[in-house]
Antibody, heavy 121, light 106 residues
Framework: EVQLVESGGDLVQPGGSLRLSCAAS????????MNWVRQAPGKGLEWVSY????????YYADSVKGRFTISRDNAKNSLSLQMNSLRAEDTAVYYC??????????????WGQGILVTVSS | EIVLTQSPATLSLSPGERATLSCRAS??????LAWYQQKPGQAPRLLIY???NRATGIPARFSGSGSGTDFTLTISSLEPEDFAVYYC????????FGQGTKVEIK
């Protein structure tokens, strides 16, 4: 059974830092690109970041570029998101999501349960 | 950035009725479009990928169509568990989501 389990969410002050983790199991982690998606309270979904399965190529939404860093440890089947210079508008539930591609058509087929990050003084 | 606009924002229907949800892209995304369902307090669930392909385990009452800039998610006969928020997502350029359509019980 595919499982993605996020951890590390917390209440943090503006300007602070936080590191989220996502533990993956039930599939061959190195076969899949991974992503972070967030959802502010009462709002829609926002893609945050992507990392390739093996090359460690990364991409970021403009809203987090230069502040967030995505990484993965394929030996530990783990995905991380280092978040620095946090702002109130970063308050959201953060999801890790597995990217599934079939014939070039990609989507997010498995999601974690989500972890809440609150940025407030 | 490709913008996805979903309509309507809210759809009020009764169980057994047909639901038609629209997603329009600001420029062509070919068929690189997916649909998700999200219920309160839960993670999104993949319904449709490649505009028209049902994901594993998704009931046949869900269908997707369209290409280029105009896409439709159809639920042929609403079941009680289908009342939720639905999002479209494109992958032509970096991932973006539509703002969502809430399907509520009339």
């Amino acid at each position: 059974e595919v499982q993605l389990v996020e951890s590390g969410g917390d209440l943090v002050q503006p300007g602070g830092s936080l590191r989220l983790s996502c533990a993956a199991s039930g599939f061959i982690f190195t076969d899949y690109n991974m992503n972070w998606v967030r959802q502010a309270p009462g709002k829609g979904l926002e893609w945050v970041s992507y990392i390739h399965s093996t090359t460690t190529t990364t991409y970021y939404a403009d809203s987090v570029k230069g502040r967030f860093t995505i990484s993965r440890d394929n030996a530990k089947n783990s995905l991380s998101l280092q978040m620095n210079s946090l702002r109130a508008e970063d308050t959201a539930v953060y999801y890790c999501a597995r990217e599934y591609c079939s014939g070039g058509r990609c989507s997010f087929d498995y999601w974690g349960q989500g972890i809440l990050v609150t940025v407030s003084s | 950035e490709i913008v996805l606009t979903q309509s309507p924002a809210t759809l009020s229907l009764s169980p057994g009725e047909r639901a038609t949800l629209s997603c329009r892209a600001s420029q062509s995304v070919s068929d690189f479009l997916a649909w998700y369902q999200q219920k309160p307090g839960q993670a999104p669930r993949l319904l449709i990928y490649g505009a028209s392909n049902r994901a594993t385990g998704i009931p046949a009452r869900f269908s997707g169509s369209g290409s280029g800039t105009d896409f439709t998610l159809t639920i042929s006969s609403l079941e009680p568990e289908d009342f939720a928020v639905y999002y479209c997502q494109q992958r032509s350029s970096w991932w973006t989501f539509g703002q969502g359509t809430k399907v509520e019980i009339k």
